[in-house]
């Protein structure tokens, strides 16, 4: 550890990766493990898409490709923010990136310098927080609440302003919650933020096309937001393709060619078969990916019911993504089944050891009285583990 940079000792392990492998673990011991805990869709990756992938290698697509993505692949995400998100972009405003992971720390790196603060509206996604780490920045968590549906308000807001703000990162439909914010509350928040014409905008839409009627509202669509805001997304959690790893922004162009510079000498262009791949995703009505939003919706439904069926669990109704992010604060400081729960942690640990489910607790995501369970599983799973929960709470 001596030997090791300061960089890598002061990043956190991913809470949501570490709970997979402990999971991952118990499987192999011959547990029957039920995972909740990883942000992947169960189904598989639309025939439309693959069979995009078949004919680019069939047409001996192997070589380098652009550092910033095709022009094709650029050209199919200006319309794709055109049409969705009615926001107006030129293809060198666009990075095609190796997942919007990556996307989101190209323009961390590029945009903040050590001692810059970035503010995380809370709950917030665990890797916001270890990827200003990484660009030597502070992180400042504004916390919300199940009361308020997990969102923050203007005031909150402007009171976690000071002159070392650089950055607000927004992500709707939220990773845990499954919180939307609305045109109006975003509006609200902007109206803050114009005040303050050095801080830019970070907007994380991966899962704008997962939602149950509130359509999400792109944060760049607010007028004088437009020139300060990015809007990051991908096609992992909508087109069920984790593993293709193709995430992209839509930037001022400045930002994205720095961006482009910053990814040049990191990874280069991304994956060349899933950029083809990502072209049929993009230039496909919405609508074909419509079935895995209803399976989605019945299974937020059915996590609902059964999560309230179980005392001391508060749980609110997302409008989005394929979270439910209960209060499970009722339970800490007590003992179940002679083990003492202190927190989220422990009482995660304690599901995944009595109950064999996996979940991830909220603490990484800062909001430490709350648990993240995932219902990207099968109904069937869900019921099982459901059933796992209640006996061992009970």
Same mark, same amino acid.
């Given at each position: 550890m001596d030997q090791l940079s300061d960089r890598i000792n002061s990043l956190p392990i991913s809470a949501t990766l570490a709970m997979a492998a402990k999971a991952r673990e118990l499987k192999e011991q011959g547990i029957d493990v039920i995972g909740l805990s990883? !942000?992947? @869709?169960?189904?598989?990756?639309?025939?439309? +898409?693959?069979?995009? %992938?078949?004919?680019a290698v069939e047409d001996n697509y192997n070589a380098y490709t652009p550092v910033d993505g095709y022009a094709e692949l650029k050209?199919?995400?200006?319309?794709?923010?055109?049409?969705?998100?009615?926001?107006?972009?030129?293809?060198?405003?666009?990075?095609? =990136?190796?997942?919007? $992971?990556? =996307? +989101?720390?190209?323009?961390?790196?590029?945009?903040?310098? @050590? !001692?810059?603060?970035?503010l995380l509206p809370a709950p917030y996604w665990v890797s916001y927080s270890a990827i200003a780490t990484l660009a030597e920045a502070e992180s400042v968590v504004i916390p919300s609440s199940i009361e308020s549906d997990f969102k923050i308000t @203007?005031?909150?807001? /402007?009171?976690? +302003?000071?002159? $070392?703000?650089?950055?607000?990162?927004?992500? *709707?439909?939220?990773?845990? *919650? !499954?919180?939307? &914010?609305?045109?109006? /509350? &975003?509006?609200?928040?902007?109206?803050?933020? /114009?005040? &303050?014409?050095?801080i830019y905008i970070l907007s994380d839409e991966i899962y704008e096309h997962i939602n149950y009627g509130e359509k999400p509202f792109s944060f760049a669509a607010i007028e004088n937001m437009y020139d300060r805001t990015i809007t990051v997304n991908g096609v992992a959690k909508a087109f069920a393709m984790t593993g293709w790893r193709i995430g992209y922004i839509g %930037?001022?162009?400045?930002i994205a060619k720095a961006c482009n510079k910053m990814q040049g000498q990191i990874t280069s262009g991304a994956n060349c078969i899933?950029?083809?791949?990502?072209i049929a995703a993009l230039e496909a009505p919405? =609508?074909?990916i419509q079935y895995m939003v209803d399976e989605f919706r019945n299974r937020r439904s059915l996590i609902i019911d059964l999560l309230r069926t179980i005392p001391g669990l508060t749980v609110n109704e997302p409008q989005? %993504?394929? &979270?439910?992010?209960?209060?499970?604060?009722?339970?800490?400081?007590? *003992?179940?089944q002679?083990?003492? +729960?202190e927190n989220a942690d422990d009482f995660a640990l304690f599901l995944l050891e009595h109950a064999h489910v996996a979940t991830v607790s909220g603490t990484a995501f800062g909001a430490p009285d709350c648990l993240r369970i995932s219902y990207a599983a099968s109904e069937a799973q869900i019921r099982e583990a459901l059933s796992r929960m209640a006996k061992v709470l009970g």
């Open positions: 990883l !942000g992947e @869709p169960d189904f598989n990756t639309p025939e439309f +898409i693959k069979a995009a %992938a078949i004919q050209q199919a995400i200006c319309q794709k923010f055109q049409r969705d998100n009615q926001l107006t972009y030129q293809p060198n405003q666009v990075v095609v =990136s190796t997942g919007a $992971k990556q =996307s +989101i720390a190209n323009v961390a790196m590029v945009l903040l310098n @050590p !001692g810059d603060e970035v @203007p005031e909150q807001l /402007e009171a976690a +302003i000071t002159p $070392k703000t650089k950055l607000i990162i927004f992500n *709707s439909p939220n990773n845990p *919650s !499954g919180t939307i &914010y609305t045109e109006a /509350e &975003y509006r609200a928040l902007a109206k803050v933020l /114009e005040k &303050y014409p050095n %930037a001022p162009a400045w899933a950029q083809r791949a990502t919405v =609508s074909a989005g %993504a394929f &979270y439910v992010f209960p209060d499970v604060s009722y339970y800490f400081g007590k *003992s179940i002679g083990q003492l +729960i």
